[in-house]
Protein backbone atom coordinates (compact mmCIF):
# COMPACT_ATOMS: atom_id res chain seq x y z
CA UNK A 1 0.00 0.00 0.00
CA UNK A 2 1.52 3.03 -0.61
CA UNK A 3 1.73 5.99 1.95
CA UNK A 4 0.08 9.57 1.10
CA UNK A 5 2.59 12.46 0.75
CA UNK A 6 0.89 15.61 0.02
CA UNK A 7 -2.54 16.40 1.80
CA UNK A 8 -5.01 18.78 0.18
CA UNK A 9 -7.45 21.61 1.05
CA UNK A 10 -9.56 24.14 -0.38
CA UNK A 11 -10.21 27.43 1.11
CA UNK A 12 -12.36 30.26 0.53
CA UNK A 13 -13.14 33.76 1.51
CA UNK A 14 -15.25 36.23 0.32
CA UNK A 15 -14.58 36.05 -3.50
CA UNK A 16 -11.28 34.25 -2.97
CA UNK A 17 -10.05 30.35 -3.70
CA UNK A 18 -7.38 28.66 -2.45
CA UNK A 19 -5.83 25.38 -3.41
CA UNK A 20 -3.52 24.42 -0.86
CA UNK A 21 -1.34 21.06 -0.92
CA UNK A 22 0.68 20.83 2.18
CA UNK A 23 3.90 17.64 2.72
CA UNK A 24 6.02 16.84 4.96
CA UNK A 25 9.51 19.09 4.83
CA UNK A 26 11.00 22.02 6.29
CA UNK A 27 7.85 24.81 6.68
CA UNK A 28 8.92 26.29 2.93
CA UNK A 29 5.95 27.99 2.06
CA UNK A 30 5.43 29.13 -1.50
CA UNK A 31 2.51 31.30 -2.84
CA UNK A 32 1.31 31.52 -6.42
CA UNK A 33 4.90 30.48 -7.25
CA UNK A 34 6.77 33.05 -4.68
CA UNK A 35 7.54 33.04 -1.87
CA UNK A 36 5.64 33.83 1.32
CA UNK A 37 7.06 36.75 2.52
CA UNK A 38 7.14 38.49 -1.01
CA UNK A 39 3.61 37.84 -1.59
CA UNK A 40 1.77 38.44 1.78
CA UNK A 41 3.78 42.04 2.36
CA UNK A 42 2.46 42.73 5.58
CA UNK A 43 2.83 41.16 8.80
CA UNK A 44 -0.34 40.88 9.85
CA UNK A 45 -1.57 39.14 6.61
CA UNK A 46 1.24 36.43 7.53
CA UNK A 47 0.02 35.92 11.10
CA UNK A 48 -3.13 35.31 10.02
CA UNK A 49 -2.13 32.96 7.28
CA UNK A 50 -0.13 30.99 9.68
CA UNK A 51 -2.62 30.66 11.89
CA UNK A 52 -3.65 27.16 11.94
CA UNK A 53 0.22 26.05 12.61
CA UNK A 54 0.62 28.35 15.50
CA UNK A 55 -2.91 26.72 17.01
CA UNK A 56 -1.29 23.32 16.36
CA UNK A 57 2.11 23.62 16.91
CA UNK A 58 2.64 21.70 13.60
CA UNK A 59 5.10 24.90 12.51
CA UNK A 60 7.80 24.08 10.37
CA UNK A 61 6.91 20.48 9.57
CA UNK A 62 5.06 21.18 6.30
CA UNK A 63 6.15 22.83 2.93
CA UNK A 64 3.43 24.33 1.49
CA UNK A 65 2.40 25.59 -2.02
CA UNK A 66 -0.64 27.29 -2.55
CA UNK A 67 -2.40 28.74 -5.65
CA UNK A 68 -4.57 31.49 -4.82
CA UNK A 69 -6.97 33.75 -7.08
CA UNK A 70 -9.73 36.09 -6.85
CA UNK A 71 -10.39 39.28 -4.20
CA UNK A 72 -7.87 41.30 -2.40
CA UNK A 73 -4.80 40.23 -0.66
CA UNK A 74 -6.48 39.81 3.09
CA UNK A 75 -9.57 38.12 1.28
CA UNK A 76 -6.54 35.90 0.19
CA UNK A 77 -5.20 35.64 3.01
CA UNK A 78 -8.32 33.93 4.93
CA UNK A 79 -8.75 31.61 1.89
CA UNK A 80 -5.58 30.37 2.34
CA UNK A 81 -5.72 29.99 6.18
CA UNK A 82 -8.89 27.79 5.31
CA UNK A 83 -7.15 25.70 3.13
CA UNK A 84 -4.23 25.10 4.93
CA UNK A 85 -6.58 24.15 7.88
CA UNK A 86 -8.58 21.92 6.43
CA UNK A 87 -5.45 20.49 4.48
CA UNK A 88 -4.08 19.93 8.16
CA UNK A 89 -7.11 18.04 9.14
CA UNK A 90 -6.96 15.85 6.15
CA UNK A 91 -3.14 15.12 7.65
CA UNK A 92 -4.42 14.72 11.03
CA UNK A 93 -7.79 14.31 12.04
CA UNK A 94 -7.07 14.57 16.12
CA UNK A 95 -6.05 18.47 14.91
CA UNK A 96 -9.59 18.97 14.68
CA UNK A 97 -10.82 20.03 18.41
CA UNK A 98 -7.75 22.40 18.27
CA UNK A 99 -8.59 23.76 14.66
CA UNK A 100 -12.12 24.23 15.69
CA UNK A 101 -11.42 26.13 18.56
CA UNK A 102 -9.00 28.85 16.96
CA UNK A 103 -11.52 28.88 14.48
CA UNK A 104 -10.22 28.51 11.06
CA UNK A 105 -12.49 25.52 10.23
CA UNK A 106 -15.54 27.73 9.16
CA UNK A 107 -15.62 29.43 6.40
CA UNK A 108 -16.44 32.74 6.95
CA UNK A 109 -19.88 33.50 5.17
CA UNK A 110 -19.66 37.25 4.50
CA UNK A 111 -19.85 38.40 1.52
CA UNK A 112 -20.30 42.43 -0.30
CA UNK A 113 -23.61 42.82 -0.51
CA UNK A 114 -25.08 43.32 -4.18
CA UNK A 115 -25.96 47.34 -5.29
CA UNK A 116 -29.85 47.84 -5.72
CA UNK A 117 -31.54 49.40 -8.27
CA UNK A 118 -33.02 53.09 -8.06
CA UNK A 119 -30.09 53.70 -5.53
CA UNK A 120 -26.06 54.36 -5.24
CA UNK A 121 -24.83 51.73 -3.45
CA UNK A 122 -25.85 48.37 -1.86
CA UNK A 123 -27.79 50.46 1.57
CA UNK A 124 -27.29 54.18 0.71
CA UNK A 125 -30.30 56.11 -1.10
CA UNK A 126 -30.59 59.11 -3.16
CA UNK A 127 -31.33 62.15 -1.20
CA UNK A 128 -34.94 62.36 -0.45
CA UNK A 129 -36.63 65.59 -1.79
CA UNK A 130 -39.97 66.36 -0.10
CA UNK A 131 -41.05 69.55 -3.07
Known sequence: MSQITEYLGTGRRKTSVARVRIAPGTG???VNGRA???YF????ERIHVTQPFTATATGG???VRVNVA???RMGQAGAVRHGIARALLSS???LRPLLRAEGVLTRDP???ER??????GARKRFQFSKR
Open 41 to 44: SLES
Open 28 to 30: KIV
Open 36 to 38: FEV
Open 61 to 63: KFD
Open 92 to 94: DVN
Open 110 to 112: RMK
Open 115 to 120: KKYGQP
Open 70 to 72: GGG
